[in-house]
């Protein structure tokens, strides 16, 4: 569908139009110090004029007149908090004097719709899509809430020292997968729908405000916008006063880490490494999680209840009598090896988007890019792994 | 036979033992009907009637801090059959064990008008220090829901599930931004044992390590490093891990570390 103008003002009715249609509108809101998702009912609660400084271990908002309302980029929270959520409770059981009854409540995922996804953030739901649902054996809570899902995405113009979504090939620019997408220029947003749910938005929404088709000039300069972001990105140029922004080398990436496996710069990641297991929680596709039963103190109830885990704590990789990963350096090699190099194999593309939420919200600001660099640096030929 | 359960306290707040009255108590109705698993046979902050022991299992809260405290919970230890320490005190020696770092003598002449009727260690030690101890459930306080799990798993037999995780964990799974990294305050959650469920950062707050060391090599040197390089004070990062798990091994290691009193 050609895109047409929406005026700043346009953003309440879109959330109205959404809100009207059952949908649980979720949006970018300023809370605790970050930008992060919360429901969103009032367009003046979006972020307008913030913008986050990210670092390695560091996030920070300031107030800039200039901002737009989409001119920060991904806080703490991505879809994964609404679509694989942290803890959920998949079984229920009661014992009776007639034995053991189920009594899982029937499950009804609610209709949501998010604003402000990112380019890097709907890669990461495609390859979240892909570990849930792609191959036999599908995760049916995931599938009913996706297909639930409305996604209104937003074209980035600014990057943080910490996006490399360009390496990854996943940003700036919302890729394929979103219902509505925007673009900020100036005070209005350019919406386009590239689905039917998105088309029928856009129709509720011209009944309350009218909406201008883009001229095809217009149309050309907001496609530029994403592009002209994507070059400055490549260029590595810096904000004025901030880090130098990352960029991560793909190529042969696969056999560069699986041959590097014995590499001394993985015990000296460990060396700064926490196990604390932050990044692979903020990381949007990180799908690991355990599963385990919870009784009360008779045992008469149970409840089976899956939780995110992490590769990065002992238990993790706790078999029966002997740890697989017993040391922080096996572990940080496992999840890094395993985003970068063992997803192709497992899934066909990478595990990391270049959102960089690993960078800013660990707490001593390891960097994954900086980590290959310097393997990429001074590649040792490797033996065959072994354990430990 | 229902198990015969024994409370005992030594050097504490009393915080641990009313956790386990809350739990008694039915405070917490999800927990279902722990009085009715058990018989209550020794707990004098609950009840006065005392039934004798052997018991099945005891819970202890508090240090051993007295040469008293060394005989009694020697006693203890014979009459329970399996023994459960609750608690900072009774896991670490609990925020009493600044004390171990002291002069015993110099504390006693500045509070006692006479010290010589004070009869009492020169620190205040973990129950482990001094007799076998079956499980440690750590917290300050600990949390009911954990100390249900571990009853109620000893009960029926089998092994209590609790988090092998640091707090980062919880704090992720209630959606809290992280204190540190978007406010710049040093916090323990990254190296202390999740069980609290994230309180403090959720009220904008550091974690205050009240779990303990995190059990898989906890690395504080490298965190305690990351925020002295950015701006924090080494006193009060030392001040920070000093507290209620001060003596705490790791703990204790990184703060004579970071004070110069390192060996």
């Given amino acids: 569908m050609q895109p047409v103008w929406l005026p700043r003002h346009g953003l309440q009715h879109l959330i109205n139009v959404l809100r009207d249609r059952g949908h649980r509108v979720v949006g970018p809101q300023v809370a605790d110090g970050a930008v992060v998702y919360r429901d969103l009912a009032d367009a003046s609660l979006l972020p307008t004029g913030w913008l986050d400084h990210q670092d390695g271990g560091v996030y920070r908002l300031h107030h800039d007149p200039r901002a737009g309302t989409f001119d920060h980029v991904v806080g703490p929270h991505s879809l994964k908090n609404y679509l694989f959520p942290a803890r959920e409770t998949i079984e229920a059981w009661s014992r009776t004097p007639d034995g053991w009854q189920q009594t899982t409540p029937t499950y009804e995922p609610e209709q949501l719709a998010v604003i402000g996804i990112r380019g890097c953030d709907l890669a990461a739901l495609a390859i979240q899509d892909r570990v849930f649902m792609g191959g036999e054996s599908i995760d049916v809570r995931y599938k009913a809430r996706r297909e639930k899902l409305f996604v209104v995405a937003v074209n980035c113009r600014r990057a943080a020292a910490t996006c490399f979504c360009h390496s990854m090939g996943c940003g700036p620019a919302a890729g394929p997968g979103f219902d509505i997408a925007l673009t900020e220029v100036g005070d209005r947003f350019a919406i386009e729908a590239a689905t039917e749910a998105g088309e029928a938005v856009l129709a509720d929404i011209t009944g309350r405000v009218s909406l201008v088709p883009l001229t095809p000039d217009e149309v050309a300069s907001v496609r530029h916008v994403p592009e002209t972001l994507r070059e400055t990105m490549q260029a590595r140029v810096a904000e004025e006063g901030k880090p130098r922004p990352r960029s991560l080398d793909t190529e042969k990436i696969r056999e560069l880490l699986f041959e590097n496996l014995t590499h001394p710069r993985w015990a000296e990641v460990a060396d700064r490494c926490l196990s604390c297991a932050n990044c692979t929680l903020v990381c949007p596709t990180c799908f690991c999680s355990s599963v385990g039963e919870v009784t009360d103190l008779t045992g008469d109830e149970v409840s089976r209840e899956r939780q995110w885990a992490s590769c990065f704590t002992l238990e993790h990789s706790q078999m029966h009598g002997a740890n697989a990963r017993p040391s922080t350096a096996s572990r940080y090699r496992q999840w890094l090896t395993h985003k970068l190099a063992g997803w192709i194999d497992q899934f066909g593309t990478s595990g990391c988007t270049g959102c960089g939420r690993c960078i800013t919200w660990c707490p001593v600001g390891i960097d994954i890019t900086e980590e290959v660099a310097a393997i990429r640096e001074s590649p040792a030929s490797s033996p065959p792994l072994s354990p430990s | ?263």
């Avoid at chain 2, 109705?29 to 046979?41: R, S, T, V």
């Fill in chain 2, 1 to 263: 036979m229902r198990p015969r359960l024994a409370v005992y306290k030594f050097a504490s707040c009393d915080g641990c033992q009313l956790q386990v009255i809350d739990v008694l108590g039915r405070a917490r109705p999800h927990l279902g009907e722990l009085a009715e698993l058990l018989d209550i046979e020794h707990f004098l902050e609950a009840r006065s009637r005392i039934g004798a022991g052997p018991y099945d299992v005891g819970l202890v809260e508090g240090s051993v801090s007295t040469p008293h405290d060394i005989e009694r919970i020697k006693e203890i230890r014979q009459q329970c059959r399996f023994l459960v320490t609750i608690g900072a005190c009774a896991t670490a020696g609990g925020i009493q064990a600044l004390r171990n770092w002291g002069q015993i003598d110099d504390f006693l002449s500045a509070v006692y008008a006479t010290p010589a009727y004070i009869d009492t260690l020169a620190t205040s030690d973990p129950v482990a220090a001094h007799v076998k101890v079956d499980f440690e459930l750590r917290g300050c306080p600990i949390d009911p829901g954990q100390l249900a799990s571990v009853i109620s798993a000893f009960c029926v037999g089998r092994k209590p599930r609790l988090p092998g995780y640091s707090v980062c964990v919880e704090c992720k799974e209630r959606g809290t931004v992280c204190v540190a990294v978007a406010k710049g305050i040093p916090c323990l959650g990254p190296v202390t044992q999740a069980g609290c469920g994230g309180i403090c950062p959720a009220h904008d707050r550091e974690c205050f390590g009240c779990y303990g060391p995190d059990r898989q090599e906890p690395n504080l040197v490298s965190l305690t490093g990351f925020y002295e390089r950015h701006g924090a004070n080494r006193d009060s990062l030392g001040r920070l891990v000093q507290s209620f798990n001060a003596w705490a091994p790791e703990f204790r290691t990184e703060h004579d570390r970071l004070s110069g009193d390192a060996p």
